[in-house]
Nanobody, 124 residues
Framework: QVQLVESGGGLVQTGGSLRLSCAAS????????MAWFRQAPGKGREFVAA????????DYADSVKGRFTMSRDSPKNTVYLQMNSLKPEDTALYYC?????????????????WGLGTQVTVSA
């Protein structure tokens, strides 16, 4: 069983930055496919970024490319999402997800393990 706990969300102005953390327990993040999704009020869960294995270049949604960076810290068993140049449309509840394997990294339904989320609010 894998447990995921997100942190680092908050209220920030347009153009600001935040770094989200996802602390994992139960299994090493180096052995997991790790991803970030987000869900805005009234909308479905949206893919943000994913990394199949440590050392691989993460994949990003077009909406966050060039602004968000996903990384892993194996000794801390933690995954990060550095978010720069934030926009009001980035406002959402951000979730960390994981699985041993997923055929489609952008599909939230293929992940078995989820955190409870951390809220990010970007003011105009």
């Amino acid at each position: 069983q894998v447990q995921l706990v997100e942190s680092g969300g908050g209220l920030v102005q347009t153009g600001g930055s935040l770094r989200l953390s996802c602390a994992a327990s139960g299994r090493a993040v180096s052995s997991l496919v790790m991803a970030w999704f987000r869900q805005a009020p009234g909308k479905g869960r949206e893919f943000v970024a994913a990394s199949i294995r440590s050392g691989d270049r993460p994949d990003y949604a077009d909406s966050v490319k060039g602004r968000f960076t996903m990384s892993r810290d194996s000794p801390k068993n933690t995954v990060y999402l550095q978010m720069n140049s934030l926009k009001p449309e980035d406002t959402a509840l951000y979730y960390c997800a994981a699985d041993l394997y997923t055929p489609t990294i952008t599909n939230s339904r293929t992940y078995s393990y989820w955190g409870l989320g951390t809220q990010v609010t970007v003011s105009a």
